[in-house]
């Protein structure tokens, strides 16, 4: 799976839009996007994932650059619900047994 | 979603003991279960695949003798470790796969703490 880059920590004021990028430029043309977030103390959440267009669902957008090089997860009104960190995966989606590899990811700190 | 539990959600134990950890997929079948561990401020670190009905894989680092997996039905796989010493003391997660819906995502639980005295 390809690897992914994503900055440390970001600090997003309540209400805001939370933008969160990852770069991930040596993806292969059958290797999705997914997103994940851990809040403190708690098992990984699924986000959102695509391919190429851009995706939207009841928790965020996913923004992915048409040379699929880079993506930005958008919380478009974050709360401090979400406080979490926010992990950026690349893979295959129908990868038979493939589990998913963290890095990282950024810490998100939504502050009042 | 599909949800998937743990149990117990958090554990003490002596040195020496052994501990065994139970993941369920609950409204699912998964054929296959992840097992991470978690140490403070770090990333999920993957110690194993589990398949129901077979051996687990173990990743490199982590030893199959002290961390045994048994993944007997297609809702249920347990993480035993074995003689626990404090260093082993982290925060295990699992994670199944469901084999409909959405891609073959893989849904996580709440995560086990393991403290060893």
């Known amino acids: 799976d390809a690897k992914t880059t994503q900055p440390p920590s970001m600090d997003c004021a309540e209400g805001r839009a939370a933008n969160l990028p990852c770069n991930h430029s040596?993806?292969?043309?059958?290797?999705?996007v997914y997103w994940y977030r851990q809040i403190h103390s708690q098992g990984p959440q699924y986000i959102i994932h695509g391919l190429k267009n851009n995706e939207t669902n009841e928790m965020a957008s996913l923004i992915i650059t048409e040379d699929r090089k880079s993506s930005t997860l958008i919380l478009p009104h974050a709360t401090l619900r979400d406080t979490a960190v926010y992990y950026c995966i690349v893979r295959v989606a129908l990868g038979g047994n493939t589990p998913l590899v963290f890095g990282k990811g950024t810490r998100l700190s939504v502050i009042a | 979603g599909a949800v998937v539990s743990q149990h117990p959600s958090w554990v003490i134990c002596k040195s020496g003991t052994s501990v065994k950890i139970e993941c369920r997929s609950l409204d699912f079948q998964a054929t296959t279960m992840f097992w991470y561990r978690q140490f403070p401020k770090q990333s999920l670190m993957l110690m194993a695949t589990?398949?129901?009905?077979?051996?687990?894989?173990?990743e490199q680092g982590v030893e199959k003798d002290k961390f045994l997996i048994n993944h007997a039905s297609l809702t249920l796989s347990t993480l035993t470790v074995t003689s626990a010493h404090p260093e082993d003391s982290s925060f295990y997660i699992c994670s199944a796969r469901s084999t409909s819906g959405r891609l073959n995502e893989q849904f996580f639980g709440p995560g086990t703490r393991l403290t060893v005295l």
């Open positions: 040596t993806i292969s043309g059958n290797e999705y």
């Open positions: 589990s398949n129901e009905g077979s051996k687990a894989t173990y």
